[in-house]
């Protein structure tokens, strides 16, 4: 914006501080509901050898679902709520800078599997976000998970999530 008005890009106005709050503990309370719920399903309370599967969880939920409701209630009856700005666009920016690609990775994990999408992100955010040369980022992008593919699936034998490059050379 232009600096008569003294706004900068920096300082303008994204979302409040108490919207965040308020959006969060509507968020908290459904997840809350649902915990309750499914753990009702399956048995929240005391048998006769002991609690029944959802006895716990059911409880958790009952705390969250209360904490995030008092969180709710001071939100909106607040005589001075917050009004700060929760992130200005700058910091939403560099959020989305890697919130985007991220999710996008775990797309690709579907798709191709841990081991390729894993040298696909590191070598995207070694390029985009560190500037880093080929020199450098091929040696890590490759580097990294073949040496997770060795730990889990030679040594530890635990199977990851693999697509059709590890099924091409037989695993």
Do not use: C
């Amino acid at each position: 914006m232009s600096s008569e008005t003294g706004h900068t890009g920096r300082n303008e106005k994204t979302v409040t501080s108490r919207t965040m709050d308020v959006v969060v503990a509507l968020i908290f309370m459904g997840f809350s509901a649902l915990v309750m719920s499914d753990s009702w399903r399956v048995g929240a309370s005391w048998a006769a050898d002991g609690p029944e599967a959802g006895y716990f969880p059911f409880y958790v939920g009952l705390i969250m679902f209360i904490a995030s409701t008092v969180t709710l209630v001071q939100n909106l009856v607040t005589r001075h709520p917050d009004l700060t700005n929760f992130v200005d666009r700058t910091q939403f920016v560099s959020v989305m800078q890697v919130l985007v690609p991220t999710t996008a990775y775990v797309g690709l994990i579907f798709l191709l599997g841990i081991y390729l999408a894993s040298a696909l992100f590191i070598a995207f955010f070694m390029w985009w976000l560190g500037k880093y040369s080929l020199a450098k980022i091929i040696p890590v992008a490759v580097g990294v998970p073949l040496a997770l593919f060795v730990m889990f699936e030679v040594w530890f034998l635990v199977p990851l999530p693999k697509g059709p490059l590890e099924t091409a050379l037989g695993y």
